[in-house]
């Protein structure tokens, strides 16, 4: 589905008409679960609008309340509003948007008719009209109708649609919104090859020493440091931020809507390794400790570890004894008199 001015309902409207071109968009969001994902679309839309030739203003209304934003913007004719309109950027966001983040839109273009497209909530068939509509045509369910007001033109948004943004052109400099699209631009694979080769690298520093040198000096200091872990952590919640814009906030009650969901993009993907070394690295180390502690050695657990995870520690409580108790900090006799220190 397109939102773009088609030829056939402007007409005299040409890129030699003297009069301004004008487009308003409303559309209002199915619930707040992809804003995130809306809000980076909206930043890619604009730094699209800054380059196209004939731009001229842009502005953006919000009504929180009703979950309703509006877009208007101005073109020095049809044809600039056209190559806008019909860009592979904007058709890749009408894309998404209908995928899911929005259940009704209502468009007026300088000379055409106004239509409104409503989602239905049971079939996700589209209806299009130049008026809302109230029962879906296939199933009879009730359509979604909150939009509010409906212009007749193509005019700038005043108060009656909520809160007004400041007017944008081509020549704004707009430092925030440049930095939030660079951000929220997705990770390619080449880029995102090269951060998985590096997030694989660091946690080595603490591994190899356990396993190969469990008894130097410098292994017992860099075991007793946080500051990987706290790096790690930074690191999984940057990415997995990253993924929420980019794909939407996972919903863990499905499979689909949930990890399948996160891992669908490269930061999701690396947000999920970030993970699985932290965790694993954590239980290497209180292993480590807990070895030390016991006088007893544990390269191959934390081998096994290493390259398997839940196995490794598996190996190590069997190798302790099942019978006995876990120690520290699950041990809680340890802890009154100081043993643990």
Same mark, same amino acid.
């Given at each position: 589905?397109?939102?773009?001015?088609?030829?056939?309902?402007?007409?005299?409207?040409?890129?030699?008409?003297?009069?301004?071109?004008?487009?308003?968009?409303?559309?209002?969001?199915?619930?707040?679960?992809?804003?995130?994902?809306?809000?980076?679309?909206?930043?890619?839309?604009?730094?699209?609008?800054?380059?196209?030739?004939?731009?001229?203003?842009?502005?953006?209304?919000?009504?929180?309340?009703?979950?309703?934003?509006?877009?208007?913007?101005?073109?020095?004719?049809?044809?600039?509003?056209?190559?806008?309109?019909?860009?592979?950027?904007?058709?890749?966001?009408?894309?998404?948007?209908?995928?899911?983040?929005?259940?009704?839109?209502?468009?007026?273009?300088?000379?055409?008719?106004?239509?409104?497209?409503?989602?239905?909530?049971?079939?996700?068939?589209?209806?299009?009209?130049?008026?809302?509509?109230?029962?879906?045509?296939?199933?009879?369910?009730?359509?979604?109708?909150?939009?509010?007001? /409906?212009?007749?033109?193509? #005019?700038?948004?005043? +108060?009656? @649609? %909520? =809160?007004?943004?400041?007017?944008?052109?081509?020549?704004?400099?707009?430092?925030?919104?440049?930095?939030?699209?660079?951000?929220?631009?997705?990770?390619?694979?080449?880029?995102?090859?090269?951060?998985?080769?590096?997030?694989?690298?660091?946690?080595?520093?603490?591994?190899?020493?356990?396993?190969?040198?469990?008894?130097?000096?410098?292994?017992?200091?860099?075991?007793?440091?946080?500051?990987?872990?706290?790096?790690?952590?930074?690191?999984?919640?940057?990415?997995? /931020?990253?993924?929420?814009? #980019?794909?939407?906030? +996972?919903? @863990? %009650? =499905?499979?689909?809507?949930?990890?399948?969901?996160?891992?669908?993009?490269?930061?999701?993907?690396?947000?999920?390794?970030?993970?699985?070394?932290?965790?694993?690295?954590?239980?290497?180390?209180?292993?480590?400790?807990?070895?030390?502690?016991?006088?007893?050695?544990?390269?191959?657990?934390?081998?096994?570890?290493?390259?398997?995870?839940?196995?490794?520690?598996?190996?190590?409580?069997?190798?302790?004894?099942?019978?006995?108790?876990?120690?520290?900090?699950?041990?809680?006799?340890?802890?009154?008199?100081?043993?643990?220190?």
């Amino acid at each position: 589905m397109d939102t773009s001015p088609p030829e056939a309902l402007h007409p005299g409207v040409s890129s030699q008409t003297p009069a301004l071109y004008r487009s308003q968009v409303t559309l209002g969001l199915s619930s707040w679960h992809p804003v995130l994902r809306f809000a980076r679309l909206t930043a890619l839309l604009v730094r699209v609008f800054q380059k196209t030739p004939g731009a001229m203003k842009l502005t953006f209304s919000v009504a929180p309340g009703r979950r309703q934003f509006t877009s208007h913007s101005v073109w020095q004719d049809s044809d600039a509003a056209q190559e806008f309109f019909k860009s592979p950027e904007h058709r890749e966001a009408m894309k998404r948007a209908y995928a899911g983040m929005t259940d009704e839109f209502y468009v007026i273009h300088t000379g055409g008719k106004p239509f409104y497209n409503q989602r239905c909530p049971r079939c996700n068939v589209w209806t299009k009209a130049s008026a809302p509509s109230s029962h879906c045509s296939k199933c009879q369910a009730t359509l979604p109708h909150h939009l509010h007001p /409906l212009a007749q033109q193509a #005019e700038a948004p005043g +108060p009656e @649609y %909520g =809160t007004v943004t400041p007017e944008m052109t081509p020549e704004s400099y707009l430092k925030s919104l440049q930095l939030a699209t660079a951000l929220s631009a997705r990770l390619s694979n080449e880029h995102a090859a090269q951060v998985y080769q590096i997030l694989n690298l660091i946690p080595l520093l603490w591994w190899l020493p356990m396993i190969l040198a469990p008894n130097w000096r410098g292994t017992r200091a860099v075991t007793t440091s946080r500051g990987l872990f706290a790096g790690l952590g930074i690191f999984y919640s940057a990415f997995l /931020l990253k993924a929420i814009t #980019e794909e939407g906030p +996972p919903n @863990y %009650g =499905t499979y689909e809507q949930g990890p399948r969901r996160l891992f669908k993009s490269n930061a999701g993907l690396l947000a999920g390794w970030a993970h699985y070394l932290a965790f694993d690295l954590f239980v290497g180390v209180w292993m480590y400790r807990t070895g030390l502690a016991e006088k007893r050695s544990t390269r191959l657990p934390l081998l096994l570890t290493f390259l398997a995870g839940p196995l490794g520690l598996l190996y190590f409580l069997v190798q302790r004894g099942l019978h006995r108790p876990m120690p520290y900090p699950f041990d809680k006799s340890r802890t009154k008199n100081g043993s643990d220190r």
